[in-house]
């Protein structure tokens, strides 16, 4: 496939191609190349986009980089695979989302940085993924009992689907709309050294969430949120999940599965040398009733718990809905 980039752009590749004797060459490409402002105000989404399909279609293996002490402003963003080579996206400033709403009128309310079809992809850098969740969770029936309330679909902030070989390490993902960090339908993923960060009163905002995915691994996380710190639902398999401190929060969960009775397998899940503080819940497995499928091989050890209300929960008669779900037990 011919890399089609303007002439001017093209040059500015070349000019940032970091050669290294022998070892593959690889090019530098910054958000502020693609025009961004980085005033945390003006709308740096088509830099973003730009930036996003220089690097991924570029011949030589690219680092993306989001600069230090500078704030973009990104709306809702498709950023696509498979890309040409491996790709570093490195994020040492900060990328923010518009506070409102409002802003995801005719868009999918589902989606902020949704990242579709990715293999090879690391993110580091040191910087933060700022939601900005405020707005979201002051609408939702959970915090605001009274009505009219909104109880809709809210963004997931970084949402990963279908992806191979992903790792996101070394970042701030803070005040998510709903669940800051998922996977679905992803293998060999790796999710570590991360802070995420939201107030224990913010509804569903789950930590890192994981969803028909396999080969994962989850370490060395600080995870303060208003839900599960750690969460996985429908077909996930081979997960690690070890030196996590966890706290506010929900604890770590497994399910609900077999909602609506629907077949989900986990299994080979091992969870240890946790520390979860304050939480509500410890460990938890929850399964509606009606469902089919499994959820064995699990381990979890080494879990230290201060303060958690329900330290080990296992739910077969799982039921989050406002009307009562009725017995299905029969003898
Ligand atoms: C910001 O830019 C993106 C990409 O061009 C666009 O889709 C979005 O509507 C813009 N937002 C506003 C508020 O103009
Ligand atoms: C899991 O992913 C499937 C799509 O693969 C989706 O239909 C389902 O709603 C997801 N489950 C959750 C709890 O997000
Ligand atoms: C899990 O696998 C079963 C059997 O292959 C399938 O029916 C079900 O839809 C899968 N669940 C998810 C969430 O993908
Ligand atoms: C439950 O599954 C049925 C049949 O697949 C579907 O029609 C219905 O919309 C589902 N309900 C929910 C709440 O997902
Ligand atoms: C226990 O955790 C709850 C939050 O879940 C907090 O409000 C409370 O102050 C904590 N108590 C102690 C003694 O730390
Ligand atoms: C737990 O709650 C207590 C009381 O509110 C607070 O002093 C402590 O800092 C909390 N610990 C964590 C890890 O949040």
């Not at 939702?140 to 279908?162: I, L, M, N, S």
């Amino acid at each position: 496939m011919a890399l089609s980039l303007p002439l001017a752009l093209a040059a500015l590749v070349a000019a940032r191609l970091l050669l290294s004797g022998a070892a593959e060459a690889r090019v530098l490409l910054t958000l502020d190349d693609f025009g961004a402002v980085g005033d945390g105000i003006a709308n740096d989404t088509q830099a973003f986009l730009d930036a996003w399909s220089a690097a991924c279609t570029s011949n030589e293996q690219a680092v993306l980089a989001v600069p230090p002490g500078k704030a973009y402003r990104i709306w809702p963003v498709q950023l696509s695979g498979p890309c040409k080579k491996k790709l570093k996206l490195m994020i040492s400033g900060t990328i923010v989302a518009p506070a409102s709403p409002d802003e995801w009128a005719g868009r999918d309310p589902m989606k902020w940085l949704y990242i579709y079809g990715v293999d090879d992809l690391s993110v580091s850098g040191g910087g933060t993924i700022d939601g900005m969740g405020q707005e979201w969770w002051a609408s939702t029936c959970k915090r605001k009992k009274t009505q009219p309330c909104y109880a809709g679909p809210r963004p997931k902030a970084v949402h990963f689907e279908e992806c191979r070989g992903v790792s996101v390490q070394g970042v701030t993902l803070q005040n998510g709309q709903q669940f800051h960090l998922t996977f679905t339908r992803c293998s060999d993923v790796k999710a570590s050294f991360l802070r995420v960060i939201a107030p224990a009163d913010s509804p569903n905002t789950d930590g890192i969430h994981l969803n028909d995915s396999s080969h994962v691994r989850i370490m060395d996380n600080l995870i303060s949120t208003g839900d599960d710190c750690v969460s996985m639902v429908g077909n996930c398999s081979d997960v690690r999940v070890k030196d996590i401190s966890c706290g506010p929060g929900h604890g770590i969960s497994i399910g609900s599965l077999g909602k609506n009775r629907s077949t989900d397998m986990v299994e080979n899940v091992k969870v240890d040398t946790c520390l979860l503080t304050n939480t509500t819940n410890g460990v938890r497995i929850k399964s509606w009733q009606g469902g089919m499928g499994f959820a064995r091989n699990l381990r979890f050890e080494s879990i230290v718990m201060k303060n958690v209300s329900n330290p080990i929960i296992i739910d077969q008669y799982y039921c989050d809905q406002p009307t009562p779900c009725a017995n299905q037990f029969q003898a």
